[in-house]
């Protein structure tokens, strides 16, 4: 029964993924696109609206809002992911760039909290990823992300294999990189320096300084990344500038989060 009852829900959460991915799908659609029957898909889809989790306008079904309520509960059950959209916030405005705090989910980086400073003349990386107003909960490929690299660079050589075995090396960019022992040779030198770099290799134009965030235990919450043009990124505002602000900020952080960890455990 525990093997049945874990085949139907992970039927339940494909017809929900492919149905975002399709940005809303009809019985039909569903029914070739994942090769059930359609009685099966129709008695999933009936249970999903019935709890909130689909919504169905004429006759197309699309993700509903209930997995919002879920979403903000994640992102605000934990003290540190809260101090950390501070962070986000207060390093975007002093630095006037796009600021991101990125979360390791299942094997790829999870979008948490950003900031887009208003002044900027650039674009978002939200331009290129989504078209919702706020990007949070868009999921990016480690390798292709300073904040992904960054926290690559910390796991366990066997834990990065396990993820490149799942996800591959997509490539995102001409920059990407797709090749295992590069990808080691870089996650090598970001080990070494404490900062990982990322030069269009999410998105052409864009450059990223990341750095990981660690709990108290010394284990990873997560990492946070600045983002800009490379027009403005440049020299020594890329090289050193930037990542010697974001090493203060990120410092601070890790202050902060010891210190609530401390009220709540003693």
Known sequence: MGDQTAKTTVRSLSIVDTIQRLDGATLDELTTELAMARSTVHVHLRTLIDHGYLTKESEMYHVGLRFLNHGEYARSRKRAYVLAEETVSNLSEQIDEEVEFVVENNGRGIL????????????????????????????????????GKAMLAEYPRDRVEEIVDQWGLQEQTEK???????????????????????????????????????????????????????YRFQNDRFNNEIPNILDDYVTSLEGEIEEAYREEHF
Do not use: C, M, W
């Open 176 to 230: 990407t990189i797709t090749d295992q022992d590069s990808l080691y040779e870089s996650l090598d030198a970001i080990k070494e320096q404490g900062v990982a770099f990322a030069d269009e290799e999410y998105v052409n134009g864009l450059r990223e300084v990341g750095r990981i965030v660690k709990n108290p235990d010394e284990s990873i919450l997560g990492a946070i990344a600045v983002i800009g043009p490379t």
């Open 112 to 147: 948490v909290h950003e900031s887009f400073h208003p002044d900027s003349q650039f674009d978002s990386k939200d331009s290129h990823t989504s078209k919702s107003i706020t990007a949070a909960g868009i999921y990016y490929y480690l390798h292709s992300v300073a904040t």
